[in-house]
């Protein structure tokens, strides 16, 4: 059993940065898959980007690419996602996931993949 706690979300200008945490406890192993999802109002759950736990691989989004990056601290069971250069299209509410097991570059993306999910933190950009 996995549990995840998304931080730092908040207000923040345009051209902003913020930086996620996706603490989690319980037992992550080398063959866990943590990401990054996100959710506007009205819309759909996305991908935003994915680790490996074992080699620390990424995965991201064509919208994160440039902009946001993935990375964790296998020390203190927590992976990070720093956004840069925000826009108001950003805003959303951010979801951290967790799947244990070998996963395309393609499943790596669709939310029913994952079998763990946290509570989601906001993150609202506007001036």
């Known amino acids: 059993q996995v549990q995840l706690v998304e931080s730092g979300g908040g207000l923040v200008q345009p051209g902003g940065s913020l930086r996620l945490s996706c603490a989690a406890s319980?037992?992550?192993?080398?063959?866990?898959?943590m990401g990054w999802f996100r959710q506007a109002p009205g819309k759909g759950r996305e991908f935003v980007a994915a680790i490996r736990w074992s080699d620390g691989y990424t995965y991201s989004a064509d919208s994160a690419k440039g902009r946001f990056t993935i990375s964790r601290d296998n020390a203190k069971n927590t992976v990070y996602l720093q956004m840069n250069s925000l826009k108001s299209e950003d805003t959303a509410v951010y979801f951290c996931?967790?799947?244990?097991?070998?996963?395309?570059?393609?499943?790596?993306?669709?939310?029913?993949?994952?079998?763990?999910w946290g509570q989601g933190t906001q993150v609202t950009v506007s001036s």
């Open positions: 996931a967790a799947r244990f097991g070998p996963i395309s570059s393609l499943d790596v993306r669709l939310t029913t993949r994952y079998n763990y």
């Open positions: 319980g037992r992550i192993v080398s063959g866990h898959v």
